[in-house]
C-alpha cells in the first residue's frame, strides 16, 4: 500500500497516492456494489448527506474524508448506475476521472 503522508507537494505523485487509497478502500469495501453486485464504475455512496463541500476539497482531503466515513459507517459501495438512482443529487465528486 502506499506511503501515508500528511500531504503532498507534486500532483503528479499526490494522484498516484490518490488513486492506490481508492483501490485499497474499494477493495476493503468488498468491491462490488452493494444493491446489483456489479464491479464496474463503482462510486462511493454517502449513507447520510456529507458534511462538507466536494468543490471546496481538495481530492486529497475527500480521500480521507471518505476512509473515515467508511470507519464510521457512512459509506457505500455502488456502481455509477446505482448510485444514479439512489435518490440523490448528481454526485459532483464520483470522481471517475482519474
Ligand atoms: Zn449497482
Redesign the pocket.
Known amino acids: 500500500m502506499a506511503t501515508m503522508k500528511a500531504s503532498c507537494s507534486r500532483w503528479a505523485e499526490c494522484k498516484r497516492i490518490i488513486e492506490a487509497r481508492r483501490r485499497n478502500l474499494i477493495q476493503i469495501m468488498g468491491g462490488t456494489?452493494v444493491?446489483?453486485?456489479?464491479s464496474e464504475k463503482l462510486e462511493f455512496h454517502h449513507v447520510t448527506a456529507r458534511k462538507w463541500v466536494a468543490r471546496k476539497v481538495s481530492r486529497w482531503r475527500r480521500m480521507q474524508f471518505y476512509e473515515d466515513e467508511y470507519r464510521d459507517g457512512l459509506l457505500e459501495l455502488?456502481?455509477s448506475?446505482?448510485n444514479k438512482i439512489a435518490g440523490k443529487p448528481p454526485d459532483p465528486d464520483a470522481e471517475p476521472d482519474f
Do not use: I
Open positions: 456494489c444493491r446489483c453486485g456489479s455502488l456502481c448506475y446505482c
